[in-house]
């Protein structure tokens, strides 16, 4: 099946757009390029400027589409809905701007690119339990119809666009234990969104990948790949520690020199069909900038010498 590599701009530690580390977009979209990349996510809303003219001179610049806008907000406080939905606009807009390169479809595949992944994030009584189901605060059924209501706003605001939102369970939000996915592929229909599972934050949050891959076949539009390096993984859960400080201190590291079996992964993306795009990530603190490129092209390289396609 056709499963081509994409990239991610968190490989370049690129997760808040206010961090004041952050390098240039141009940088990012450049080294993606000569990492081999075809192309990349938008990555989270702020980074790249939202000008499809100057987006597509730079993505042309370096052999680059778009695979995926990015939703990664606090999706719980009704007060943040106005503000989230504009985002939601204002990336459809512009990943759909017909002067963007245009990936190609996939004989297979279920909906065309670039999708918007859709994420939670913001609350400190979720990022201090992340990878801790047996301790991490679950919503009320009053709070959890709320919150999915959101949810799913955001992907029907979508689809107003033309774009498929894509629900992606996170470490450190409300949508990351085997119970909160399970839940919610009950609560949204299939219609209106699908899943874009993370190998590493299942990995992270007890869960076996090609389990999980397995049992959702049928709702996977969307794959992301990460690597988690065990000895820091199992010290970050001994700490009292954001999900993305434990990311800091490399918990997650290049494809193959991990805890987690590619070649399994492959032999079940290839037993379920999958046919969609699948993206690298490797979180990081984003001072540590300069081995970004390096480990991209570590981890390209290994997916490729197991039978991927980039």
């Known amino acids: 099946m056709n499963m081509n590599i994409c990239g991610a701009p968190c490989c370049w530690g690129v997760d808040d757009p206010k961090n004041p580390y952050l390098p ?42 778009l695979v995926a806008g990015t ?3 606090d999706l719980l406080d009704p007060a943040n809905q106005p ?36 994420m939670d994030w913001g609350h400190d009584e979720r990022d201090f339990a992340a990878g801790h189901a047996d301790r991490a605060p679950r919503l009320s059924p ?21 774009v498929r939102a894509v629900i992606h369970p996170h470490a450190g939000s409300y949508i990351e234990f085997a119970d909160e996915i399970e839940q919610v592929v009950r609560d949204i229909p299939y219609e209106t969104a699908g899943l874009c599972l993370d190998t590493g934050h299942l990995y992270y949050s007890g869960m076996e990948p090609t389990a999980y891959l397995k ?45 987690l079996d590619y070649p399994a992964i492959r032999k079940t993306l290839d037993e379920i069909g999958y046919a969609g795009y699948i993206t690298i990530e490797q979180e990081r603190d984003p001072r540590n900038v300069e081995t970004s490129l390096r480990d991209v092209k570590a981890s390209v390289d290994y997916l490729k010498s197991v039978g991927y396609q980039i």
């Not at 009053?142 to 666009?161: L, S």
């Not at 709702?219 to 010290?235: E, I, S």
């Open 24 to 65: 240039p977009w141009q940088r990012v979209l450049k080294e993606a390029g000569q990492a081999g990349y075809r192309a990349i996510e938008l990555g989270p809303y702020g980074y790249l400027p939202i000008d499809a003219r100057v987006v597509s001179e730079e993505l042309e610049k370096n052999g680059l589409a």
């Open 71 to 73: 939703i990664f907000h």
């Open 83 to 118: 503000s989230v939905l504009r985002a939601v606009d204002d990336i459809c807009q512009l990943i759909t701007d017909p002067r963007l390169p245009a990936l190609p479809v996939h004989e297979g595949q279920k909906f065309a690119t670039p999708y918007l992944t859709v």
């Open 142 to 162: 009053d709070a959890w119809a709320q919150f999915i209501g959101h949810v799913r706003a955001v992907c029907e605001r979508a689809k107003h666009w033309g």
């Open 215 to 259: 049992k959702y076949a049928d709702r996977l539009d969307y794959v992301h790949f990460k690597d988690v390096d065990q000895a820091v993984y199992r010290q970050v859960l001994g700490e009292h520690i954001r999900f993305f400080d434990g990311c800091g201190k490399g918990a997650m590291c290049p494809i193959g020199t991990g805890a």
